[in-house]
């Protein structure tokens, strides 16, 4: 029982999604062509991403008598809080210590590097919401693809970004830049469509029209998550066949979007939080190996 309970608070607590989102960032740096940054960088993207994700279910009321992920933070708030802070203040220091590292840096950034720098933070914070009145989550349908914008940015812009900027080396965009923005774009997004589907009582109740409560369950999953996931692995084919890449480099890569749609033609029952929580979210995780071993040895 205590090992169910240890796994629970693992994976309610978000730091599963920091261990993916660092594994995306090692898969991104690779697939473009550029060295890891130090450890410090992947720290920053680890506690971020926890944050960020932990935010709104300690921003949000919390009732005993919700579901089982609401419960778990209603009997663990202090803990949780105690996280966040632990979080921020890891933040803080980095901030502090690159500032102080690369002060002279900042004068030399070029407009496309302050571009790349302000715009996933403020598509973040926009989906948070700057007011009660503006807030984007309200908007079920475009929800997925904020998160989608801003988990591409973090995982293929701020490494590349990070690098750039203390090896006082200007950003370019290219073409392969480009079509793997879109390929984790795409991914991250049909992820969050797929766990729509989970809130979609909650979603339905409170009139919020995300994909699943404005089609319905069977067309979300065979005219939206689908072509989405077709559409993202056939970006990425065009892209390899211009790279002549391997077979196997191809097959590899291949097998997350082939889970991906497993899991998706899977939801048509209904399933657990951890099994969203540990299996499709597990998808981002086995997209970043299979990405980081094709690059490495094929």
Known sequence: MKLRNYIRS???????????????????????????????????????TVWFYTKAYITDTIFPDAHERNKWYYHHQRFVKFSQAVLFLILTAIAVYFGVMYYSRIPSLSLLQW?????????GALY???????????????????IGITWAGLVNVYPILFHDITHNIQTEIHFVNIVLFIKNFMFVTVLCIMFDIKDYIDDYNKQLKTFVVKN???KTIFYIILPLSAAGLSV???????????????????????????????????????????????????????????????
């Open 128 to 146: 948070y919401g700057i007011t009660n009145s503006f807030n984007l989550r309200n908007i079920g349908w475009l929800k997925p693809f904020l």
């Open 115 to 123: 571009i790349l720098i302000i715009f996933f933070p403020v598509v």
């Open 216 to 218: 319905g369950l069977r």
């Open 10 to 48: 693992f994976f309610f607590c978000n730091y599963f999604y920091g261990i993916c989102a660092v594994a995306l960032a090692v898969e991104a740096s690779l697939q473009q062509h550029y060295p890891l940054n130090i450890p410090i960088f992947y720290m920053a993207v680890f506690c971020a």
């Open 236 to 298: 990425f084919w065009i892209y390899s066949y211009t790279q002549h890449y391997s077979v196997m480099k191809v097959l590899l890569n291949t097998l997350p979007f082939i889970a991906l749609i497993i899991v998706a033609y899977s939801l048509q029952r209904r399933k657990s939080i951890l099994y969203y929580l540990i299996l499709i979210d597990g998808l981002m995780l086995l997209k970043a190996i299979c990405g980081s071993v094709a690059m490495l040895y094929f």
